[in-house]
């Protein structure tokens, strides 16, 4: 047995850091399962996978807003120094997809989209893969507390901020549905949180309970504002058949 890193390394021919930091970053598997802590043991003829991040693509460009469709494993703070100039106008987990608005920083475009997320004028809708049966549409309302730390863990509480998610299958195949989701509000890992909380958490969420996955399978589909509508198709891994 060695630390899974060290096996890495050995097999992939690249240095231990490197090794360490595609763990850390939830790109490695071995053996089919992701791995989540560098240091596992593992017997030395464990096979790795390592995931391709897939390429950055801009759905839209429109003076002084720029709408691009994230990758899965691509920090969101990463695409917005990718282009200078612009500032972030709100976030996707590191391993969700979809949609994401940047715009030019202090320009009004900013100001204007900034305004009407605070006054709760998006919709968002994303879809998520969920374990087990969800046989028909509902409504969660149930308030999260986040606890700010090192990295931000929230869960359903009673002392927590008021949050609303609508849910609505689209497939079942076998134990998996996937859920079309829309959001009255946009409390830290709320879609995660209330889907756990129910007891269908997300694939590939194991903050929060769900069965081990090459990714977390939670896609932002569309996001409307002031009169404009953007979408990202649905990734391939999402398509359950």
Do not use: W
């Amino acid at each position: 047995m060695d630390k899974a890193y060290k096996l890495l390394s050995l097999q992939k021919r690249i240095s231990h850091s490197k090794a360490k930091s595609l763990i850390d970053s939830g790109l490695v598997s071995a053996n089919g399962r992701k791995l989540t802590l560098a240091r596992t043991l593992l017997d030395p003829k464990t096979h790795f996978q390592i995931q391709d991040i897939a390429p950055l693509r801009i759905i839209a460009q429109k003076g002084d807003l720029l709408v691009v469709d994230k990758p899965a494993f691509l920090e969101s703070y990463a695409i917005q120094a990718r282009f200078q100039g612009y500032e972030l106008l709100h976030r996707l987990d590191r391993e969700t997809s979809g949609v994401l608005l940047l715009a030019k920083s202090q320009s009004q475009t900013a100001l204007e989209i900034i305004r009407a997320f605070k006054a709760r004028k998006v919709e968002k809708i994303y879809y998520a893969l969920v374990s087990g049966i969800v046989p028909e549409s509902s409504t969660i309302n149930a308030p999260i507390l986040t606890k700010k730390g090192k990295s931000a863990k929230s869960k359903v509480h009673k002392d927590g901020l008021p949050a609303i998610t609508h849910i609505t299958p689209e497939s079942i195949v076998g134990k998996k549905t996937l859920l079309r989701v829309k959001i009255e509000t946009g409390r830290t890992h709320q879609i995660r949180v209330h889907l756990a909380h129910i007891g269908h958490p997300i694939l590939g969420d194991t903050l929060y309970g769900g069965a081990n996955a090459a990714r977390l399978m939670l896609h932002a589909s569309d996001i409307e504002l002031l009169g404009m509508e953007f979408h990202a198709p649905l990734p391939e891994e999402f398509r359950i058949r």
